[in-house]
């Protein structure tokens, strides 16, 4: 659903990048509440995971495909405002390295892409985790509704906005018949990644994992001034074994499971038109599409310039979107955590005689 330079009029297209900055501007503020040391280094994963993902095309229909858009899955494993960073990061990169998704259509995007999907996935995920009885397979299974209704929202916000300021006259029932019957088909895609994806990780490492927090309420008791948990009735540590299993090991495992996906996987995936594009063509709303600024990078339409294997080619610009992805993605979420360490350190006490 990357909306391309020329499909929206440039005062719609300015007021979404208004609408954007103020979301991550918010967002940034928001995450210092979300990120920790422990959840920091995930969060720059989870960027990096859904760039390779959204690499990997799937049939949805004749002639169409559809991929991840990843805002549902950055919401539950770390949080709705770093999820919103998480998928605005990739935008980004995206945009500006190998061509895809307008630079002027960016704050249409991220309004799109990861505002809409990340407010509507986490509102309908943490309302079904109330009423569905506590556990894992209720943590999964709300995980699926929600990426599954985040995407034909997706579809919505777009015709909404192509509506307001669409540079090409076609009939809005029509836009919106198209987009959202072939995003609901594509929701059911993202609802799988995402439901599995999740599913894994709070397997692993439920005290991870943003959307489980409160899937287990542990005692904690001050020992010699520092909280611990206590121990279990058989005097056991409350946390299972899973739960101490090693960050470090699982953060590896997500960034290899990336880069295989976008080094090796993804040329398998369907050359298809994604849903945006295949409706695009059919309805001729494509026809002032205009040339990216990007598109001589050396990386556009994720290949290696001069690179004449084309297996090769979309393999090395895989790998290097995923580098890129988690560096920057770190690199922000790393700023955010010191940010807050300043916010919440402790001041002087000391006080000046009177």
Not at 40 to 65: D, E, H, K
Not at 124 to 153: C, D, E, I, Y
Not at 183 to 211: K, Q, S, W
Not at 339 to 346: A, M
């Amino acid at each position: 659903m990357h909306v391309p330079d020329g499909f929206i009029n440039a005062p719609t297209s300015a007021v979404t990048g208004v609408v954007a900055a103020g979301a991550i501007a918010v967002s940034l503020r928001g995450a210092r509440r979300e990120l920790d040391d422990r959840t920091a280094p995930l969060a720059g994963l989870v960027a990096a995971f859904i760039f390779a993902v959204q690499m990997l095309n799937f049939p949805v229909a004749a002639g169409t495909s559809g991929h991840l858009l990843g805002g549902a899955l950055a919401a539950i494993l770390v949080g709705p405002f770093t999820g919103i960073l998480c998928v605005s990061v990739v935008l980004l990169m995206q945009g500006i390295l190998f061509a895809d998704g307008g630079l002027t259509a960016l704050g249409v995007n991220i309004t799109d892409m990861a505002i809409v999907t990340t407010v509507v996935s986490y509102a309908v995920f943490r309302g079904l985790v109330k009423v569905l009885p506590r556990g894992r397979r209720s943590l999964t299974a709300a995980s699926f509704v929600a990426a599954l209704l985040s995407v034909p929202a997706a579809a919505v916000a777009f015709t909404l906005i192509y509506w307001v300021g669409g540079t090409t006259d076609v009939a809005i029932g029509k836009v919106a018949g198209a987009m959202i019957g072939v995003h609901v088909l594509i929701g059911v895609g993202e609802a799988a990644i995402t439901a599995l994806t999740v599913g894994a990780v709070v397997a692993v490492r439920p005290d991870l994992v943003h959307g489980a927090r409160d899937l287990r309420q542990k005692l904690r008791l001050r020992v010699n001034g520092e909280l611990v948990d206590a121990p279990a009735a058989d005097g056991t540590r409350a946390a299972p074994v899973a739960v101490r299993a090693s960050r470090r090991t699982l953060w590896v495992t997500g960034l290899v499971t990336s880069l295989v996906l976008a080094g090796f996987v993804s040329f398998y995936a369907s050359a298809n038109p994604d849903g945006l594009e295949k409706v695009a063509a059919d309805h001729g709303i494509d026809k002032r599409t205009e040339k990216h600024a990007s598109s001589d990078s050396p990386l556009a339409d994720y290949g290696v310039k001069d690179v004449a294997d084309a297996r090769l080619s979309g393999g090395l610009a895989g790998v290097i979107g995923v580098g890129t992805t988690v560096v920057a993605g770190s690199a922000v979420f790393w700023a955010v955590r010191r940010r807050r360490t300043r916010d919440v350190s402790p001041v002087s006490t000391s006080t000046s005689g009177v």
